[in-house]
């Protein structure tokens, strides 16, 4: 049997979300941070040591891209993918790897400049900050564009994707969405998704839902106080 290994507030969440929409039977295995970084446990399990991690059988896998193709055609009958032959094919392609090509790392090199006590006054951090908006205002446009979802009008593994560096991501980088109307809209329609519920309920069931414009509370400031007392 598959098993997902889910480390709480993290990009695991990708994959408890996939598999409660694929509606396919799995363990599900929870871990805690320790208090930042990825418990002993995961690391003893894969050498990189980052959530999500996959087991089947023999294998054990990590990269939620990876994680994401694996499961959708190992067990879901290619399900929330869409083929060549689909319309919407190259959309499809571009906004899954659009997720952790760009807008992942966007908010990363920024959460990284933050964590390192800098601000805005730094001409680096600007341009990291400068290329994030200019990443959401993409993403916007392209919603505003008609789309309910990213690939067009069917809800895709591109949505599971991109959807974590949207809410979960910014208890790490409190970046405000409240000039993005069309993601906030969005972000709306994926947290009605019943699997969406059946994944927070089974993994995440203490985390705010963070999709409202103004930037959520930090949860690494949370955290490092947690750590010191
Ligand atoms: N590109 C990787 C990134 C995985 C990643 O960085 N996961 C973070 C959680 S969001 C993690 O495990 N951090 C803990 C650590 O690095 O120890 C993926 O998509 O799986």
């Known amino acids: 049997m598959l098993t997902v290994h889910h480390m709480c507030v993290s990009q695991s969440e990708r994959i408890v979300w996939l598999c409660e929409e694929l509606d396919i039977e799995y363990d599900l295995k929870l871990h805690k941070r320790s208090p930042m970084f990825s418990p002993q446990e995961l690391k003893d399990l894969y050498e990189i040591g980052t959530a999500p991690v996959i087991q089947d059988g023999d294998l054990t896998m990590g990269e939620s891209a990876a994680c994401v193709e694996y499961i959708i055609h190992k067990y879901g009958n290619g399900r929330l993918a869409l083929p060549p032959t689909h319309p919407d094919y190259a959309n499809y392609l571009y906004w899954f790897h659009y997720a ?29 900050q400068e290329r994030l908006e ?10 505003g564009r008609g789309n309910e979802w990213l690939a067009g009008k069917e809800f895709t593994a591109a949505d599971i994707m991109t959807v974590f560096t949207l809410t979960t991501m910014r208890t790490f ?27 927070r309920e089974k993994g995440e069931s203490n985390l705010p839902l963070m999709i409202d414009g103004p930037a959520p ?10 750590s010191k007392a």
């Open 100 to 128: 952790n090509g760009s807008l992942q790392p966007g908010v990363s090199r920024c959460m990284s400049m933050k964590v390192a006590g800098l601000d805005s006054s730094n001409d680096v951090f600007k341009r990291y």
């Open 134 to 143: 200019l990443y959401l205002r993409h993403m916007d446009g392209h919603l």
């Open 173 to 199: 980088y409190g970046y405000d969405l409240s000039s993005y109307s069309n993601i906030l809209a969005y972000l709306k329609r994926a947290v009605q998704r019943p699997g969406y519920k059946s994944y």
């Open 217 to 226: 509370e930090n949860f690494i400031e949370k955290l490092k106080a947690k």
